[in-house]
Nanobody, 125 residues
Framework: QVRLEDSGGGLVQPGGSLRLSCGFSGRTSTTYAMGWFRQAPGKERRERELVASITSNGGNTYYADSVKGRFTISRGNAKNTIYLQMNSLKPEDTADYYC???????????????WGQGTQVTVSS
C-alpha cells in the first residue's frame, strides 16, 4: 500500500518562501509520477487544482500558469521524496496542499491514485 506523508506548510508573509516535502513509501517510488495539488478555502475535494507535477524519473515537470517562475518541483536523489519550493508567495496561494502519486504523468486529478493528508499554507500579512 502506497503511503504519502506531506509536510512543510505554515504561515508566511506575502513575498516569502516555503518548502513542502512529501515522503513516499510502500511501493517502488520510481514507478510513480508525483505532484502537488491545492484546495483553496471553500472549494471541494473535486476542485483541487494541479500546481506542479514531475515524472517518475524526474525528467519532466509541469507547472500551472499561476505558479510558473515562482514554484519549483523536484525529486530527491533516492526518488522517494518530492519537494515543492515556493517563492514569492501571494495571498492567493493560500490553500491546503496535497501530495499526490499516480502511475501516469499527473496532469489531471483523475490520474491520482494516492493522496497525502495535506499541509496548510497561509499567505497573509
Amino acid at each position: 500500500q502506497v503511503r504519502l506523508e506531506d509536510s512543510g506548510g505554515g504561515l508566511v508573509q506575502p513575498g516569502g518562501s516555503l518548502r513542502l516535502s512529501c515522503g513516499f513509501s510502500g511501493r517502488t517510488s520510481t514507478t510513480y509520477a508525483m505532484g502537488w495539488f491545492r484546495q483553496a478555502p471553500g472549494k471541494e475535494r473535486r476542485e483541487r487544482e494541479l500546481v506542479a507535477s514531475i515524472t517518475s524519473n524526474g525528467g519532466n515537470t509541469y507547472y500551472a500558469d499561476s505558479v510558473k517562475g515562482r514554484f519549483t518541483i523536484s525529486r530527491g536523489n533516492a526518488k522517494n521524496t518530492i519537494y515543492l519550493q515556493m517563492n514569492s508567495l501571494k495571498p492567493e496561494d493560500t490553500a491546503d496542499y496535497y501530495c499526490a502519486a499516480g502511475l501516469e504523468y499527473l496532469l489531471h486529478i483523475s490520474q491520482v491514485g494516492y493522496w497525502g493528508q495535506g499541509t496548510q499554507v497561509t499567505v497573509s500579512s
